[in-house]
């Protein structure tokens, strides 16, 4: 079974950081894309950030240079680094993955966490 485990999410103050963290369980981590995405009341869940299976990075453009993706491939987690939260209201923001199961079958498919609440308010 594949399982994401979102943690770090919370209320932070306008111009503050938060770290989201996100460990994976039952996929091929290493040749997975990982990525964060969230979704505010009302409205439909939108990309945020992506790492490849080359470590490459994209990122929505309204948290360029403000939010950073990171993996390690040993410990199966992916990180959010959210710096400058200002614009940002609040927001579920959920880890996905797109990748294979680590047992057999080792179906293709995506995944997505339970998601992390992030407020941003003074």
């Known amino acids: 079974q594949v399982k994401l485990v979102e943690s770090g999410g919370g209320l932070v103050q306008p111009g503050g950081s938060l770290n989201l963290s996100c460990a994976a369980y039952g996929i091929i981590f290493s040749s997975s894309v990982m990525g964060w995405y969230r979704q505010a009341p009302g409205k439909q869940r939108e990309f945020v950030a992506s790492?490849?299976?080359?470590?490459?990075?994209n990122y929505a453009d309204p948290v360029k240079g403000r939010f950073t993706i990171s993996r390690d491939n040993v410990r199966n987690r992916v990180w959010l680094q959210m710096i400058g939260l200002n614009s940002e209201g609040p927001a579920v923001y959920y880890c996905s993955a797109a990748g294979h199961r680590a047992v057999l079958p080792r179906n293709w498919s995506s995944y997505w966490g339970q998601g992390t609440q992030v407020t941003v308010s003074s």
């Open positions: 790492s490849g299976t080359d470590e490459s990075t």
